[in-house]
């Protein structure tokens, strides 16, 4: 058994690695749209897009397979102002870490934890993208005041007093720094 | 340059320049004191309110609110042992031991002193350097400039505390973004997706909104609890021994500016360095350096000199090629692009009085938050007790609202958001957000002078000229440097263990 998981390292899927493949993505669409565009014009994006393809590829793998870190050394060298030991951590300590249950990256993070903020943080998306259709359709200072006292009171479990407390002063101030002191047309 | 000396101090003490001073140092003192937020997020924030508004006077805001950072971020390190920015960290460890002692007065009257007496010393080698600089920099050609874009991110990439290869990667992403909308070379509109929004490409004010103020604030809102868990209750005295203290250790005082002023030229390095380098020789040059850490004065003297002055090293490659030499710096050229001013030899030629009114408030507000800090700090340290899920929603608000004013377009807000969640997921996984910044604003000048150089001289313009290729090499050198310092280091393990 041992013997097989030398060989073939268990794949780590974490939050870092979802970020990586969404930045190969980024990088291949750069690459590939380029070539509708004349010689010229592709010749930078290009470049930048297979540059930074390989480069996420090589990352991906090492994020996806930590014990081949050592191997892929130049993967994860350290600028010079970097503590090597904390950087570069060794190929023990990302198996320990990675069995550990310690899938969120560099920083150290429980898988069940790194759920649960990204849970939050996509919360908080989708408020503010619902601020942004409100600004869109009413006048900004509603949008704003029914942001700060909903995510001030669902997200954050602040009071209601302190919600309305808390929106009613960055209203009163967004009307005296927009409207009065920079005549602002919004 | 020097003829405009005496214009660029009669617009910098004309109504309502003062205001804006005050305005500006007071912002970013508070920026300063709160633990996570700092210059790039207060001038992020500050740029949209900037639109519009006359050069001068947005320059006084800009560099007012940028020179009050490193000192208030230091009030908050003596008080309650809580940095409020990264380069006032080392000021922590004599700082806070003397407050404890009930010496936060002299604490502060030191920290005070010597970071004002350091930002002029900064702006007086500025002041000294840009004139000499410009003779250099008039020596510079098409190939010369793309070269200095290439290695100013090289040299953030090599210099980053994180992975060297995340950092090229997080390069070759933001010089990725800037290739989105039309080319003013080729005359193409690229990656637009049929979104007329994006032909004018990434804009910079929601990309920095988004960058620093939506990432950060979500970052605090993860964290919950309040920003500084300490308090403190007594009284500040004996600040006027603190202002002596700088005078009797002024040798030390020089020695951390000079540190401050050349760690600053150098690219991307930044204030959170410089502050550690300049304790580390205080420590060295001493002749007890076991006092260090129990609330030794000059412990506080060192980093908080470095701090200041190093902002006038840094503005030396900003103003001078156009190279941001810190973040702050990275977000403050993209107010001067955004504002319709080039930094480089030109805008020294076209726009003396723009330059001295930036050193002169350089200056002034420095003064300006010693005094604000010496009778305000006991008041001021407060504002870090506020819990962050109440700062958290006014952050959000500041920024997409920020981004919405600049041109009252939805696609602006989008932008910031996109870029916020972007940064956070970088800030988390390690890549570096300076990389970024710097090649979404240099982005732009590296492909137009990449492709004048191709048409002028073909690919060889790139290394047939002296300059250029010292460039080139020196580029390539840097970006193998750790590779090599660590099969140096292999090596030479393995021979010591043979």
Redesign the interface.
Same mark, same amino acid.
């Not at chain 2, 990439?157 to 990667?169: E, I, Q």
């Given at each position: 058994m041992t013997h097989k998981r030398n060989r073939f390292p268990r794949v780590i899927i974490s939050d870092a690695v979802v970020f990586d493949w969404v930045l190969l993505i980024g990088f291949v669409v750069l690459a590939v749209f380029a070539v509708n565009y004349n010689a010229r014009a592709r010749s930078i994006p290009m470049a930048l897009g297979i540059l930074g393809t390989v480069m996420v590829s090589f990352q991906l793998i090492v994020d996806m397979f930590p014990p081949l870190r050592r191997k892929l050394g130049f993967v994860v060298e350290s600028g010079l102002m970097a503590d090597q030991k904390e950087e570069s951590p060794t190929e023990t300590d990302n198996v320990n870490s990675a069995e550990a249950g310690n899938y969120g990256g560099n920083h150290g993070k429980g898988r069940t934890e790194a759920i649960q903020e990204w849970v939050k943080i996509l919360r908080l998306i989708i408020w503010i993208a619902a601020f942004i259709v409100l600004l869109g359709v009413t006048h900004y200072l509603i949008a704003v005041g029914l942001f700060v006292v909903l995510v001030t009171r669902i997200e954050a479990g602040e009071s209601w007093i302190r919600s309305i407390v808390l929106a009613v002063s960055v209203n009163i101030g967004f009307f005296i720094l927009f409207n009065l002191i920079l005549n602002a047309q919004l | 340059m020097y003829e405009a000396a005496i214009p660029a101090l009669q617009a910098m003490l004309t109504w309502p320049a003062p205001l804006y001073l005050l305005l500006g140092t007071l912002l970013g003192m508070l920026f300063g004191i709160l633990p996570g937020l700092g210059g790039p997020q207060v001038l992020a924030l500050l740029l949209p =309110?900037t639109y519009g508004m006359p050069v001068n006077l947005a320059i006084v805001l800009l560099v007012g609110a940028m020179s009050s950072i490193a000192f208030g971020g230091s009030i908050p390190a003596i008080l309650i042992n809580t940095p409020g920015t990264g380069q006032s960290a080392a000021t922590c460890f004599d700082g806070f031991p003397m407050a404890k002692q009930g010496k936060a007065g002299v604490a502060i009257g030191a920290a005070a002193t010597s970071s004002c007496l350091g930002a002029i010393f900064g702006a007086i080698i500025l002041t000294v350097l840009l004139p000499i600089g410009r003779r250099i920099v008039l020596l510079f050609s098409y190939p010369e400039f793309f070269m200095l874009a290439v290695m100013g991110l090289s040299v953030i990439?090599?210099?980053?505390?994180?992975?060297?290869?995340?950092? *090229? *990667?997080a390069a070759? /992403?933001g %010089?990725?973004l800037s !290739?989105i909308g039309y080319?003013p070379? !080729?005359g193409?509109v690229?990656?637009t997706f049929g979104t007329d929004y994006l032909w004018d490409g990434i804009r910079l004010v929601p990309a920095f909104i988004g960058l620093f103020c =939506?990432s950060e604030a %979500?970052d605090l809102?993860?964290r919950r609890g309040k920003i500084a868990e300490k308090s403190y209750n007594q009284k500040i005295g004996g600040v006027m021994q603190g202002v002596k203290a700088v005078f009797k250790n002024f040798g030390l005082f020089l020695r951390c500016s000079v540190i401050g002023c050349i760690v600053g030229i150098i690219p991307g390095?930044g204030g959170a360095?410089t502050n550690f380098l300049a304790y580390g020789h205080a420590v060295q040059s001493s002749k007890n350096p076991e006092s260090f850490g129990t609330g030794d004065v000059r412990g506080v003297i060192a980093p908080e000199a470095a701090n200041d002055s190093k902002d006038g090293g840094a503005l030396v490659p900003t103003l001078l090629f156009g190279i941001p030499g810190s973040l702050e710096m990275a977000v403050f050229l993209g107010a001067l692009i955004v504002m319709g001013l080039e930094p480089g030899p030109r805008m020294m030629m076209e726009n003396p009085q723009i330059i001295l009114v930036l050193i002169y408030t350089l200056v002034l507000g420095n003064i300006l938050v010693a005094v604000l800090g010496i009778f305000g700090a006991r008041v001021l340290v407060k504002i870090t007790y506020v819990?962050v !899920?109440?700062l958290?929603? =006014?952050i959000?608000?500041l920024g /997409?609202?920020g981004a919405? /004013?600049t041109n009252?377009m939805?696609g602006d807000?989008?932008l910031s /958001?996109v870029f916020g969640?972007l940064a956070?997921?970088m800030k988390?996984?390690?890549f570096s957000r300076i990389a970024v910044v710097i090649a979404l604003v240099l982005g732009k000048l590296a492909?137009k002078t990449?492709?004048q150089t %191709?048409m002028l001289w073909g690919i060889k313009g790139f290394f047939i000229r002296p300059l250029s290729l010292i460039l080139f090499i020196l580029t390539a050198g840097m970006l193998l %440097?750790?590779?090599l310092?660590?099969a140096w280091l292999r090596r030479n393990g393995n021979t010591s263990q043979v």
């Open positions: - | =309110i990439a090599v210099v980053s505390k994180g992975s060297l290869w995340k950092g *090229v *990667v070759c /992403l %010089l990725g !290739t080319d070379v !080729t193409s690229r990656y =939506i %979500l809102f993860l390095v360095v819990p !899920t109440l958290a929603p =006014i959000f608000m /997409l609202m919405y /004013l009252g939805l807000v989008v /958001l969640v956070f997921a988390r996984f390690g492909q990449f492709h %191709l %440097l750790p590779y310092r660590e």
